[in-house]
């Protein structure tokens, strides 16, 4: 007997249906994987179960008998913890105030006793000992911490809760490979104690690694459930799009790869320092896309943001072009003839609430310092902008939020392509969009390449890192250890290299 | 047949359909308690006080979409500075009138600018730095009131503010329509309103996308104080002569016009027409519970009572839960 | 391996735990200040009377902290005060003034204050309305109320009240014991598990509610307990006024407010000092005598303490900001 199951729940906002008829069962003992694009429903059908969202239609079951779950705590109560996407965490209060959260209202007593809720932490904490990485103590801030350090904090306040049924929705997204190795150990013990985890993740290793069971989404429905054992990355792939073409895209574009044309340096940086880059230099050359590699947090991320104007100190050279970089911000940076796209949207890139069409303008608007908005000759070329990566949406004026994931980040990168730059910096543009979306995206990226402009790619997902990239930067603390090119353009090489002088 | 519907019910339920709903409510009620309270020249006289408080409302207005919790608690100080400093210009002379202008124009940018700077150079929340900068005017205020003559206002400026200008109607509330007009094709039509509206929304998205959210940021506290700078002008023209502390009533009541006209007060969302409704329906507000000649206590007690039974209708955050 | 339970300095700075430290620099400069201007303001009976007249807003200032902890605001805080000022005076005169009376009567007026709070709970949390407007609207509410209990300042009080406000037990001022028994009370609050939880909601609201924290049930206790702070302030101020008056304490929100800046706490909620909150109120009423001591003209004396305050409330912000990088 299945320990929770969902028949035919069902999530309308408003016009638009969220969930159109969800299914799942949990069995004790088992990683169930949930797997959808962006805008399927998958993330509905876990807030359901998380007890965030009220559904409007259909059963649920715990062990057999018919429950609601009307609230977070209600689910709690059921036995069910949640790891959430977005970190659910109080960035003053100390680690071990923040595992120890639920539980503090529960418990009787007035006072906080440290002692006890150091013991109460402690076991959970103790399988990501060696990983834990250095500024991590019970008592510290957990604003003080790294994102990947927030990460386990969060899983581990989701283990703490010693739930029967776990939710993971992209647990490892800012994890490095060994964090990942001891989460994955940690899955593994709670399977073989009975517990039930539902897995949401992009990432097809994982998935394959650790998952028993995938319950793929389309379009608010559950379509099919099956062992892992039993399919493929390609049927899956097939299953979740609906489509044939664009899952096989491995092998072609590994084939259909443009030399790059080593054109003249269209980017040169020199000894840069800033928060998280030691010393870096290198050469971009125009119709290059030269990627960044490594683990997490070994200064990818940083050396873009850098260059771009965001970080709080910088210094070194930085040619664009033949001009050096005078300004200190993004907008000088713009001026400059750079583009940066950030994979965390919500932060850098969408201005939510807001229309399509203001969303998509800003930067052209900038460049040619308009003073007056004419929403016709703007939209005119919005559109046409949007148009070259298919954005899907229904018309300029409506709100950015009514669009998926993935064409809201295509939002933010047409606001590139209507005033194109010199220089495209990404950094890891296409975490947690959907594979349609993510495929339109680089094939878009390779047209431009193909016309001329640099491209500096970071991204966290090393397939995709090393099928697009001309050559690969490997990062290690802040410096460039190793270059891949050609044939060594290899997982085993990437990691090599990111391993080296650790 | 069902779409047209939605729409109708969609649009009735804006915060700018419900004010004006109440508004017109209001005019009834107030007819039918005292005959003659919705008679053209009483409507005109409401009109005139709601334009003073909506022109102080648009700079509050501004400050608030620019997000990043923006408000300016000093534009009551700036109100009562203002009419001194005009007054004193004008000297009740029609040739001062221009020079008393552009001193109130300057008085309210030089403190719109302090207050801006230290929003922005040195991050001091609005809430507090205006609160400090409203506790630095009211001192100077006592200052002027025992050193300088209240001054008086330029026969000419009376005339555009209390009389009928262009068919039957004043002045002011003529000056209140342009500004109603300037302020919505800033806001909508131009980049700079874009980028107020892009700050308020998702400040850190839009520096990134090179939008100079700090000079904007000051733009908009310098229009505040020059916005109140005007108010501050005509209400001399309204009462003849000020006194100390006109303006300390300015400062809540602007926040709540720009409120009941549905702007949110954490930014990005709203406009001035609303804002416009919001003051009237404010205006008329108090002139009613003036008129039911209430004791202070049951005036206060309704006011805020109606206040909040109004933020129950808009004004109201998100659950939550989904 | 053990993690490690105390981190070292380091990791956490010392003004990160003890969030109230620079208030209590600004104060010491402060007191140095006073002294130097005018060395009499230093004396036993000069700090006594500045504690007596600032007692009501350390309190008020404590009582609001406890709702910008939790990320909101409660702009009714002087009006509540107001309104138990005048509840208790009218309650003392209508039982006979007697100390039966006086005893039972604040005890009721605390209950008022507490009212008032749940009140501003509800209408903040549960009906969801923006705090700042909101518990604007229903401060001018309860003045209203405060307006109808008395309409007219001036009603007194018996002399067994202020007479043991402003009066010594054991040598000791009584106003000092009050202070004592404040600090107690923020010591043993600073320790509970609904601090952490307060804090928490106000760091983020979101995520407090998705961890399980009955977030709207702490938000209206947080309002609660303001209106019970602000009502023994009230208290206070009926000590050291003698007298009952419906606005008294209507300008003193906004100094409650910059009291809690000044103490090191975030108007954004989720970090900050109850102590600093306190010391805060002193820091105002320091800044308040010095422009006095200084022997700046009466009409100046508005102006200088309005710059005064702001200044100190940059830098009250700068500073709180630079130990939060």
Known sequence: MPRLSLEGVSKRYGATVALRRGDLDLVPGEVHVLMGSNGSGKSTLSKIIAGSVNPDGGLIKYDGSAVTIPSPQAARDLGIAVFYQELSLAAHRSVVENICLSRLGKSRGVFRNRAEMAAMAEPFIAPFQSVLGDGFGLDVPVGRLRADQRQLVEIIKTLAANPDILIFDEPTSALDRAQVDCFMAVLRELKANGKSIIFISHRMDEIFEVGDRVTIIRDGETVSTSALADTTMEAILRTMTGEEASAAATADTAVARVQSKGGPAKLKVANLVAPGVDNVSFDLAAGEIVGFGGLHGQGQSAVLRAIFGVSQFRSGDIEVGTAKLRGKSPRAAIHDGLAYVSGDRARDGVIEGRSILENTVPIYALRKRLFITSPRTLGEKAKAALEKLQTKYQSLAHPINSLSGGNQQKVIVSRWLMAPPQVMLLDDPSKGIDIASKTELFRVLRELASEGMAILLYSSEDAELLEHSDRVLVFNNGRIVRELRGDERTRYHLYQAAYEAA | MKNSTNVVAEIAKTPLVVALGLIVALLVLGELLSPGFASLSQIMRLLIVASILGVVAAGQNLVILGGREGIDLSVGGVVSLSAVVAGNMMQGSDAGIIPAIIACLATGAFFGLLNGLGVTLLRIPPLIMTLGMLGVLQGLLVVVRNGIPSGLAAPGLAHFVTQPLMFGVPGMIWLWGAIGVLMAAMLKRTLFGYRVYAIGSNENAARMAGVPADLIRVCLFMFSGMFAAVAGFCILGYSGSSFSNVGAQYMLSSIIAVVLGGTSLSGGKGGYTGTMAGATLLVLLQSILTTLNIEEAGRQFAFGATLLVLMLFYGRGKALRG | ?325
């Open chain 3, 1 to 325: 391996m053990t993690l490690p339970m105390q981190t070292s300095f380091t990791q956490r700075s010392i003004f990160e735990r003890f969030p109230f430290i620079p208030a209590l620099g600004i104060l010491a400069v402060l007191l140095i200040l006073n002294g130097l201007a005018e060395p009499n303001s230093l004396s036993f009976r000069a700090i006594t009377g500045l504690t007596k007249t600032y007692l009501a807003l350390m309190f008020l200032a404590v009582a609001q902290s406890f709702v910008v902890f939790s990320s909101d605001i409660d702009l009714s805080v002087g009006a509540i005060l107001s309104l138990v000022n005048v509840s208790v005076v009218v309650m003392i005169d209508q039982l006979g003034g007697g100390p039966a009376a006086v005893l039972f009567a604040c005890f009721a007026g605390i209950l008022v204050g507490v009212l008032c709070g749940i009140f501003n709970g509800i209408v903040v949390v549960a009906l969801r309305l923006q705090p700042i407007v909101a518990t604007f609207a229903t401060g001018i509410l309860f003045t209203g109320i405060a307006l109808w209990v008395l309409p007219v300042a001036g009603m007194p009080v018996p002399q067994s009240f202020w007479r043991t406000y402003g009066g010594r037990i054991l040598d000791i001022p009584f106003v000092f014991y009050v202070v004592a028994l404040l600090g107690l009370l923020i010591w043993l609050a600073v320790r509970t598990r609904f601090i952490i939880q307060l804090m928490a909601v106000g760091d983020n609201r979101l995520a407090a509610y998705q961890s399980g924290l009955p977030v709207t049930r702490i938000r209206i206790m947080a309002f609660a307990i303001c209106g019970l702070f602000s009502a023994v302030a009230a208290l206070c101020i009926i000590g050291d006024t003698a007298s009952g008056d419906p606005v008294v304490g209507n300008a003193m929100t906004l100094y409650s407010v910059a009291a809690v800046v000044l103490g090191g706490t975030a108007l954004s909620g989720g970090s900050g000092s109850m102590l600093g909150s306190a010391i805060g109120a002193l820091i105002i009423g320091l800044i308040n005598s010095f422009v006095f001591f200084v022997g700046v003209s009466s009409e100046w004396q508005n102006f200088a303490q309005g710059i005064a305050v702001l200044l100190a409330l940059m830098a009250g912000v700068l500073v709180t900001r630079r130990i939060s990088k």
